[in-house]
């Protein structure tokens, strides 16, 4: 299998906590981005101390509760059975050195997407309505954004987290594009997940994330709730006939800024 793919490991906790997914400095090329998905039972805790990170925690489905100790944020949650409600949801930020408790109202999905932060900032809940909503590409080459942590917005260190929805027989992160150098005002060095979903489940899409001279060039076959790691490289999305693609995006690097590169091969498609 890719060292680039992950799929679900459903590692059970104690007290009704799933982990769906780890990706870490230990496990992973990256350096900067780290990521969880968890799923929780009603009522179910999951608690976490940060140390030098900050997390951004997103309500995929389900209701939850968050507090740091200090805010509380309760009943949160926007989709309850599925993304596919394809309505924005709701997150919070937590800076680093705080402890977080997040609780279940209801059985919830949740993704944590964390990035090397020394600066603390304010917990603060970024409300679905808060999220800016746009539609991208057109042709074969749409889809809808809701931005949750964008570069515009200042109250994060350095992670961005996104959420896009490409419908069936379109094309996304396309034309291929990266963001692995740090070249400003041209180009940022942002590594960045890729938290995938499929409607229905069956369904599959094909990322492929390769360089310009090819020393990475991998094509991947991915499956509802895989992880695709993008430490460098381009990383286009293909989405079949007949089914709808959910990815949640984290990024983070040494500047929090989304500068990207398209493939010059590839940019005229832009042009039509």
């Known amino acids: 299998m890719s060292r680039l793919l992950r799929k679900p490991s459903n590692i059970e906790q104690s007290n009704g906590v799933t982990i769906?997914?780890?990706?870490?400095?230990e496990n992973s090329p990256l350096q900067y981005v780290e990521f969880r998905i968890v799923e929780l039972d009603q009522n179910a805790k999951y608690t976490e101390v940060l140390g030098k990170q900050e997390c951004c925690i997103v309500a995929l489905t389900g209701?939850?509760?968050?507090?740091?100790?200090?805010?509380?944020?309760?009943?949160?949650?926007?989709?309850m059975e599925t993304v596919f409600e394809q309505r924005p949801t709701?997150?919070?930020?937590?800076?680093?050195?705080?402890?977080?408790?997040?609780?279940?109202?209801?059985?919830?999905?949740?993704?944590?997407?964390?990035?090397?932060?020394?600066?603390?900032l304010p917990t603060r809940l970024i409300k679905a309505e808060d999220n800016t909503v746009e539609r991208r590409g057109k042709g074969n080459n749409k889809r809808l954004v809701f931005n949750i942590l964008p570069d515009s917005d200042p109250s994060a260190n350095s992670v961005l987290v996104v959420e896009v929805f490409t419908e069936s027989g379109n094309w996304s992160s396309y034309p291929p594009h990266k963001h692995d150098r740090d070249n400003l005002p041209n180009e940022s060095l942002l590594e960045e997940i890729y938290y995938h979903e499929m409607n229905p489940k069956q369904g599959f899409v094909f990322q492929r994330v390769y360089n310009d001279d090819r020393s990475l060039d991998e094509t991947m076959t991915v499956e509802h709730g895989n992880v695709v790691l993008v430490p460098e490289g381009y990383h286009p999305v293909g989405v079949p006939e007949g089914y709808t693609s959910y990815y949640l995006n984290v990024m983070a690097g040494p500047k929090r800024t989304w500068k990207f590169y398209n493939d010059p091969d590839h940019e005229w498609i832009l042009e039509r």
Do not use: M, W
């Open 63 to 79: 209701k939850i509760s968050v507090t740091d100790g200090e805010q509380s944020f309760n009943n949160i949650g926007r989709r």
């Open 20 to 25: 769906v997914h780890e990706v870490k400095k």
């Open 90 to 120: 709701d997150s919070v930020y937590i800076s680093n050195d705080r402890r977080f408790e997040i609780k279940a109202v209801s059985h919830a999905r949740i993704a944590l997407c964390y990035s090397p932060s020394e600066n603390q």
